[in-house]
């Protein structure tokens, strides 16, 4: 995502999950990302929303 926002910061992300959930350390890594980059990240995920899934 990083990498991607200094390519083009006018581009909207669209990121797609397929998860059960998971650690809470990486959901929360994952979601500071989304914080960080300027751009909007529309966020879709696949499957039962649990732990960290849910939160993000």
């Known amino acids: 995502m990083v990498y ?3 390519e083009d910061k006018t581009r909207d992300f669209f990121l797609f999950i397929n998860s059960l959930g998971g650690w809470v350390i990486p959901g929360i890594g994952l979601y500071d990302n989304m914080q960080f980059v300027p751009p ?6 696949f499957s039962i929303f ?3 899934t849910l939160m993000i």
């Open 4 to 6: 991607l926002s200094i």
């Open 40 to 45: 909007i990240i529309f966020f879709i995920s």
């Open 50 to 52: 649990l732990n960290c």
